[in-house]
Protein backbone atom coordinates (compact mmCIF):
# COMPACT_ATOMS: atom_id res chain seq x y z
CA UNK A 1 0.00 0.00 0.00
CA UNK A 2 1.32 3.37 -0.36
CA UNK A 3 1.30 6.17 2.26
CA UNK A 4 -1.55 9.02 1.56
CA UNK A 5 -1.04 12.47 0.93
CA UNK A 6 -5.20 13.87 0.73
CA UNK A 7 -6.16 15.75 3.41
CA UNK A 8 -9.01 13.63 4.81
CA UNK A 9 -11.45 16.26 4.01
CA UNK A 10 -10.47 15.81 0.39
CA UNK A 11 -11.73 12.22 0.39
CA UNK A 12 -14.73 12.19 2.70
CA UNK A 13 -17.31 14.15 1.06
CA UNK A 14 -19.02 15.22 4.58
CA UNK A 15 -18.37 18.45 6.10
CA UNK A 16 -17.04 19.22 9.60
CA UNK A 17 -18.29 18.09 12.39
CA UNK A 18 -19.27 15.00 10.39
CA UNK A 19 -15.96 13.66 9.16
CA UNK A 20 -15.33 11.08 11.97
CA UNK A 21 -12.11 9.42 10.85
CA UNK A 22 -8.87 11.73 11.27
CA UNK A 23 -7.02 10.29 8.60
CA UNK A 24 -6.64 8.11 5.70
CA UNK A 25 -2.61 6.60 6.47
CA UNK A 26 -2.50 3.98 3.42
CA UNK A 27 -4.18 2.50 0.55
CA UNK A 28 -3.97 1.05 -2.57
CA UNK A 29 -7.16 -0.30 -5.68
CA UNK A 30 -8.47 -2.47 -3.45
CA UNK A 31 -7.87 -1.80 0.93
CA UNK A 32 -6.92 1.28 2.99
CA UNK A 33 -6.14 2.17 6.56
CA UNK A 34 -8.03 4.58 8.34
CA UNK A 35 -7.28 6.11 11.94
CA UNK A 36 -9.28 8.16 14.49
CA UNK A 37 -8.68 9.03 17.75
CA UNK A 38 -11.41 9.06 19.98
CA UNK A 39 -11.22 12.58 22.40
CA UNK A 40 -13.81 14.67 24.05
CA UNK A 41 -14.43 16.64 20.43
CA UNK A 42 -15.18 13.68 18.95
CA UNK A 43 -18.65 13.30 17.54
CA UNK A 44 -21.28 11.24 19.52
CA UNK A 45 -18.82 11.82 22.82
CA UNK A 46 -20.93 11.09 25.74
CA UNK A 47 -18.90 12.98 28.63
CA UNK A 48 -20.61 10.55 31.31
CA UNK A 49 -19.11 7.40 30.25
CA UNK A 50 -16.42 9.11 28.69
CA UNK A 51 -16.82 7.26 25.24
CA UNK A 52 -18.58 6.50 22.38
CA UNK A 53 -20.94 4.37 21.42
CA UNK A 54 -20.21 1.20 19.69
CA UNK A 55 -22.89 1.90 16.74
CA UNK A 56 -20.64 4.81 15.63
CA UNK A 57 -18.50 1.90 14.38
CA UNK A 58 -20.77 1.73 11.05
CA UNK A 59 -19.91 5.21 10.01
CA UNK A 60 -16.35 5.05 10.57
CA UNK A 61 -16.42 2.13 9.01
CA UNK A 62 -18.57 3.32 5.89
CA UNK A 63 -16.31 6.82 6.14
CA UNK A 64 -13.14 4.62 5.52
CA UNK A 65 -14.78 2.70 2.37
CA UNK A 66 -15.21 6.35 1.26
CA UNK A 67 -11.85 7.57 1.59
CA UNK A 68 -10.54 4.17 -0.17
CA UNK A 69 -12.45 5.15 -2.68
CA UNK A 70 -12.39 8.46 -3.61
CA UNK A 71 -8.26 8.47 -2.94
CA UNK A 72 -8.53 6.04 -5.59
CA UNK A 73 -10.98 8.17 -7.93
CA UNK A 74 -8.44 10.98 -7.34
CA UNK A 75 -5.59 9.50 -8.20
CA UNK A 76 -7.61 8.66 -11.74
CA UNK A 77 -8.00 12.41 -12.30
CA UNK A 78 -11.43 12.12 -10.93
CA UNK A 79 -14.01 13.96 -8.60
CA UNK A 80 -14.78 12.62 -5.07
CA UNK A 81 -18.49 11.96 -5.15
CA UNK A 82 -20.84 10.19 -2.50
CA UNK A 83 -22.06 6.35 -2.04
CA UNK A 84 -24.49 5.17 -0.30
CA UNK A 85 -24.19 2.14 2.93
CA UNK A 86 -27.04 0.01 1.49
CA UNK A 87 -26.45 -2.82 4.05
CA UNK A 88 -23.85 -4.66 6.77
CA UNK A 89 -23.57 -8.18 6.69
CA UNK A 90 -21.96 -10.48 9.77
CA UNK A 91 -21.23 -7.56 11.98
CA UNK A 92 -19.37 -8.28 14.96
CA UNK A 93 -18.80 -5.99 17.74
CA UNK A 94 -17.50 -6.67 20.33
CA UNK A 95 -16.57 -3.49 22.74
CA UNK A 96 -19.45 -1.67 24.18
CA UNK A 97 -17.89 1.36 23.39
CA UNK A 98 -14.53 3.45 22.28
CA UNK A 99 -13.41 5.20 25.47
CA UNK A 100 -11.53 8.34 25.36
CA UNK A 101 -7.88 8.33 24.07
CA UNK A 102 -8.03 5.58 21.90
CA UNK A 103 -7.14 5.23 18.67
CA UNK A 104 -8.89 2.96 16.52
CA UNK A 105 -7.42 1.71 13.11
CA UNK A 106 -10.14 0.47 10.14
CA UNK A 107 -8.94 -1.46 7.68
CA UNK A 108 -11.65 -2.04 4.61
CA UNK A 109 -10.80 -4.26 1.58
CA UNK A 110 -12.93 -4.48 -1.37
CA UNK A 111 -14.10 -7.84 -2.30
CA UNK A 112 -15.49 -6.94 -5.40
CA UNK A 113 -17.28 -4.00 -7.93
CA UNK A 114 -19.88 -4.47 -10.01
CA UNK A 115 -20.17 -2.43 -13.30
CA UNK A 116 -23.85 -0.67 -11.84
CA UNK A 117 -22.20 0.99 -8.81
CA UNK A 118 -22.98 -2.30 -6.02
CA UNK A 119 -19.39 -2.90 -4.09
CA UNK A 120 -18.66 -4.94 -1.23
CA UNK A 121 -15.92 -4.50 1.95
CA UNK A 122 -14.83 -6.72 4.68
CA UNK A 123 -14.05 -3.77 7.37
CA UNK A 124 -12.61 -4.10 10.60
CA UNK A 125 -11.42 -2.05 13.72
CA UNK A 126 -8.49 -2.63 15.88
CA UNK A 127 -8.23 -1.04 18.76
CA UNK A 128 -4.65 -1.77 21.09
CA UNK A 129 -4.13 -4.52 18.45
CA UNK A 130 -7.12 -5.95 18.82
CA UNK A 131 -10.02 -6.60 16.50
CA UNK A 132 -12.99 -5.05 18.28
CA UNK A 133 -15.81 -5.10 15.23
CA UNK A 134 -16.11 -6.86 11.89
CA UNK A 135 -18.29 -6.45 9.12
CA UNK A 136 -18.98 -6.86 5.07
CA UNK A 137 -20.75 -3.51 4.07
CA UNK A 138 -22.26 -3.36 1.00
CA UNK A 139 -22.17 0.33 -0.85
CA UNK A 140 -23.89 1.23 -3.69
CA UNK A 141 -22.20 4.74 -5.63
CA UNK A 142 -23.90 5.53 -8.71
CA UNK A 143 -22.24 7.31 -11.55
CA UNK A 144 -24.35 10.48 -10.80
CA UNK A 145 -24.91 10.98 -7.39
CA UNK A 146 -26.97 14.13 -7.58
CA UNK A 147 -29.29 12.73 -10.50
CA UNK A 148 -29.71 9.89 -8.78
CA UNK A 149 -30.92 11.74 -5.45
CA UNK A 150 -33.24 13.91 -7.87
CA UNK A 151 -34.88 10.98 -9.06
CA UNK A 152 -35.61 9.61 -5.55
Known amino acids: MKKNTYAIEHVVPH ?5 LIDELL ?3 DSKALCQLT ?3 NSNFYNSETQSV ?3 V ?8 IAAFANANEK ?3 GEVSIGFLVSSRKLKVLVKEFSLASTLLVTVE ?3 SEENGLSAFDCIIEQAGQIVVEAKI ?6 DAKAFLAEQ
Open 26 to 28: EYD
Open 138 to 143: NIFQPN
Open 15 to 19: AHPMI
Open 110 to 112: QLY
Open 75 to 77: DQG
Open 57 to 64: AIEYMAQS
Open 53 to 55: PNY
Open 38 to 40: ITE
